[in-house]
């Protein structure tokens, strides 16, 4: 059976990478020309880490990612708050966590495929028919093609979604909250393996230093209006909105133009009732984004690919069966961590000062160790079955 997988990020390789094993044909597109770099520093463990193990992929991951020794909470003049010990949640987990940017876990995953997996870069999909029996997908550049089945594994904005399912708007639940990534080269001020956090009222940043001279830094802020288009609109965006705080904020600022990469988009979750629709289906951020905020994104968009192509495997082509057993499958977990996230935003970005005390005064207690081991024990826990490959 031939599968269209709209979008090459962490879900569209993933189950392309399956899907081939379990016999299937699937073909990659892709809107951008190449692989998509920038974005944030994954935290990686639990299921996702899991898959990326059976994927064969966790040495590279290791190598590649970073083992943060610190999360350190510092004020506006750079003064420490409040320090935390990641490799107390390493413990917890036997050692099986990473930090890895999030394009370095995308180039990983998509070498898997080792290029036994056609992909088309530069090109995305106008309209999709759903006849019964195939789906005819017209494309912006190529020629229309058949295939059995179409999934949509092309992120928060996804194309497939719009055209089979319906405006975004219906399914979005826009958490108020923007966030943008960007690496700058040559950075002063670097503080290995240590992750360095500042939060002000309505915004947050983060700072790792990264190898190759470069620093990745995250600002997560309060903005609930449109996103610009154009960069340079978004580089006004956040200049207006994060202007005013002081720290290392402005000397990110100064840097914005030379920044190696950027990304910027509002932080949202999407809901759906259904996540197929004949023989369409949507996986990862297109299906059931659960933001920012509640962390993992990039390891359940994983999980969402592996449970489809397993339940594809097991139902020997019968799509409907599959796709329905696949969201019975992960329907109530992925719920349960949205609706966790939905109120995160002031945890990142506090609505006004008493807010930012309550959250700082919260985070040093944080930094005892009964304390970070009673939090860290409950939200570790990943209660996600693998079925076996
Ligand atoms: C460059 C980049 C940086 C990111 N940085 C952050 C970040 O800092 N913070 C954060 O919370 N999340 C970020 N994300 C989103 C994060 O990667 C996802 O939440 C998560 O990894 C789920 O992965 P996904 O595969 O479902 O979606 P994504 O990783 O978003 O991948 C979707 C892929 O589909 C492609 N695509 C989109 N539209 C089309 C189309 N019409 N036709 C064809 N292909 C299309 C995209 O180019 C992308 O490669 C980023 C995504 C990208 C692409």
């Keep these: 059976m031939r599968v269209l997988i709209l979008g090459a990020g962490i879900a569209g390789p993933t189950l392309a990478y399956w899907l081939q ?10 809107s951008a020309p190449q692989l998509r770099q920038g974005g944030h520093l994954v935290d990686f463990w639990g299921a996702g880490f899991d898959i990326a193990e059976r994927m064969d992929i966790v040495e590279r991951l290791m190598h590649e990612g970073y083992r943060i020794q610190e999360l350190r909470e510092v004020d506006a003049d750079g003064k420490k708050i409040t320090g935390l010990d990641p490799g107390r949640v390493v413990d917890k987990v036997g050692g099986r966590y ?20 056609e992909t088309i870069f530069g090109d995305t999909i106008e309209a999709l028919d ?8 017209e494309f ?16 928060l904005h996804s194309r497939v979604r719009s055209l089979a399912f319906g405006p975004e708007h219906q399914f979005e639940l826009p958490l108020g909250i923007t966030v943008a990534a960007l690496e700058l080269v040559g950075y002063r001020r670097r503080d290995d393996l240590v992750a360095v956090t500042h939060t002000a009222v309505g915004a947050q940043t983060l700072r790792v230093s ?20 154009d960069i ?71 999980v969402e ?3 489809l192509a397993t339940k594809l495997r097991d139902t020997d082509g019968d799509h409907t069966q599959a796709f329905t057993a696949y969201q019975h499958h992960l329907d109530a977990v992925i719920r349960t961590k949205q609706d966790a996230a939905r109120n995160l935003g002031t945890a990142f970005a506090p609505r006004n000062r008493t807010k930012l005390f309550l959250r700082n005064t919260a985070l040093r207690f944080m930094g005892l160790p009964f304390v970070a081991d009673l939090v860290m024990g409950r939200s570790l826990r990943d209660p996600i079955e693998l079925p076996q490959w």
């Design 232 to 302: 340079s609109a978004q580089h006004k965006l956040l200049r207006h909105r994060l202007g005013h705080i002081g720290g290392e904020v402005p000397s990110i600022l100064d840097q914005l133009a030379e920044a190696k990469t950027f990304y910027l988009d509002r932080a949202s979750q999407i809901r759906m009732p259904s996540w197929s629709t004949g023989r369409i289906a949507l996986v990862g951020d297109a299906a059931a984004a659960p933001s920012l905020l509640a962390g993992q994104g990039a390891a359940l968009a994983m």
């Design 98 to 117: 990473v930090s890895i940017a999030r394009s370095d876990l995308a180039a990983a995953i998509y070498d898997a495929l080792d290029e036994n997996v």
């Design 140 to 155: 912006s550049h190529h020629p229309p093609r058949e295939f059995d089945l179409v999934v949509g594994a092309d992120g």
């Design 130 to 137: 759903d006849d019964g029996h195939r789906v005819l997908v």
């Design 21 to 30: 094993r379990a016999g299937y044909r699937p073909i990659l597109v892709e």
């Design 210 to 229: 990264l190898r190759d001279d470069t620093t990745l830094v995250l600002f997560t802020f309060r903005h609930a209006g449109a996103i610009p288009e």
């Design 305 to 307: 690919a592996y449970i």
